[in-house]
């Protein structure tokens, strides 16, 4: 998985609790995505970041909040977990000198 | 949403025979990806088709292109058992390095 890791990998909650997802890479690239898979629905970004400290929004980011401090992790913190955001949630990675992404493993979260 | 979407949603085939999956989507692009996914792994990348490319070929899989129709397919020829995964096709925004991927094509291969 191209030196992407996420953490953790499966993940129960409750309703209203807050949640943080991890993503950590070892390639050294500049872009970091946030996807969340649903059946349906296919990946809908959620957060990225270009950058140290720089990221911006994507099509599904209510109720998503997103820090990247260092260049390889980037987290993904859900507030007050609903049960909408029960999905499985990809982490993927782009260098920007191509346009190729290459994904983590997955998290799966359930919120009860 | 720019969001795409494959048809059909589901292929079922014959070990040998050939798949064809297709992409439509919304907006002008810079390129189309397409991705391969096993159940319950990360999306693994499979090749990519610019918008003044017609066609590309990367060992059996078969990528075109038409920009007029906003639209792609995926050919796999031959196909084997361990094609069986879902595809999706992903689409670029013409500004910054935001993808926007497809609702998928799960395709069976029976042996």
């Known amino acids: 998985d191209a030196g992407i890791t996420q953490s953790p990998r499966h993940k129960v909650t409750e309703t209203g609790t807050p949640v943080t997802l991890r993503c950590h890479q070892t390639?050294?690239?500049?872009?970091m995505y946030w996807y969340r898979q649903d059946p349906g629905h296919g990946l809908r970004l959620i957060h990225y970041s270009y950058g140290v400290k720089d990221t911006d929004k994507g099509e599904v980011s209510d109720g998503y909040s997103v820090s990247r401090s260092k260049t390889e992790d980037f987290l993904l913190t859900l507030e007050s977990a609903t049960s909408s955001q029960t999905s499985v949630y990809f982490c993927?990675?782009?260098?920007?000198?191509?346009?190729?992404?290459?994904f983590g493993p997955g998290t799966r979260l359930t919120v009860t | 949403s720019q969001q795409g979407e494959e048809d059909p949603q589901a292929l079922s085939i014959q070990e040998g025979e050939n798949a064809t999956m297709n992409c439509s989507y919304k907006t002008s692009i810079n390129n189309l990806q397409w991705y391969r996914q096993n159940s319950g792994r990360g999306l693994v990348h499979l090749i990519l088709?610019?918008?003044?490319?017609r066609e590309k070929h990367s060992g059996r899989l078969r990528v075109t292109l038409d920009t007029s129709k906003k639209s792609s397919s995926l050919l796999i020829t031959a196909s084997r058992a361990a094609d069986t995964a879902s595809y999706f096709c992903?689409?670029?925004?013409?500004?910054?390095?935001?993808?926007?991927f497809g609702t998928g094509t799960s395709l069976t291969v029976i042996p």
């Open positions: 088709i610019r918008s003044n490319e």
């Open positions: 993927a990675i782009n260098s920007g000198g191509s346009y190729e992404q290459y």
């Open positions: 390639e050294n690239h500049r872009y």
């Open positions: 992903a689409t670029d925004a013409r500004t910054g390095n935001q993808f926007y």
